[in-house]
């Protein structure tokens, strides 16, 4: 399975600030994720990214809250915008196909101040 | 609405004794069925599927079981070894999509 980096893998926020994770894969993907993990909750999905269009935002998600780049079949990030508390969460980035598993990340521990 | 449920919040084990962790499902249209496992600090790790046309799948000490009748699906671990103890999901896919739904997890500890 594709070996997934996730940087930074932990972080401490001001409230209003923003932080851009990155997703790096050692192969090239098509379709690349992004979960959030909040405490004691289950992973929750945030948007799909496909290189060459916009993302696929779930419900309940907005671009201008966090928007995704894909670059390229490698690479993808997610930008928490404009920080609260409520945003403390564990962010995940992982890739699969319609009929694979996903193989995710270590993840972005995220606490924000 | 929690389409995909692990009502054992935890679980404890003796070594060398069967685990098994439930979780229930409501939508009869998921057809693909995984568990996951997951350290302290690591993202989750695939451990084993099931697609929903089986009743039951085996990879060495590890077997999942699907019942569509009562939409429940279970992982066994036998034996269970001290390695073992980690937070376990488990997750469902609707047929002909790559969008999967998470139960809340399971905290395995395996007693040595």
């Known amino acids: 399975s594709a070996v997934i980096s996730q940087k930074p893998s932990r972080d401490i926020c001001q409230r209003g600030t923003s932080l851009t994770i990155q997703c790096q894969v050692d192969s090239q993907v098509t379709m690349m994720f992004w979960y959030r993990q909040q405490p004691g909750q289950s992973l929750t999905l945030i948007a799909t990214?496909?290189?060459?269009?916009?993302?696929?935002?779930e419900s309940g998600f907005v671009i201008d809250k966090f928007p995704i780049s894909r670059p390229n079949l490698t690479f993808s990030t997610l930008t928490v915008s404009n920080m609260s508390p409520e945003d403390s969460s564990i962010y995940l980035c992982s890739v699969g196909g319609t009929n694979q598993p996903q193989h995710f990340g270590d993840g972005t521990r995220l606490s924000i101040l | 609405d929690q389409q995909v449920k692990q009502n054992s919040p935890s679980l404890s084990v003796q070594e060398g004794r069967i685990s098994i962790l439930n979780c229930d499902y409501t939508?009869?249209?998921?057809?693909?069925f995984l568990w996951y496992k997951k350290y302290p600090a690591e993202g989750p790790t695939f451990l084993i599927s099931i697609s929903s046309i089986k009743d039951k799948n085996e990879d060495g000490r590890f077997t999942v079981f699907l019942n569509k009748s009562a939409k429940h699906l279970s992982l066994h671990i036998v034996p269970s070894q001290p390695g073992d103890s980690a937070v376990y999901f488990c997750a469902a896919r609707g047929s002909g999509t790559y969008k999967y739904i998470f139960g809340t997890g399971t905290r395995l500890k395996v007693l040595a």
């Open positions: 990214a496909n290189q060459g269009s916009e993302a696929t935002y």
């Open positions: 939508n009869s249209m998921f057809d693909y």
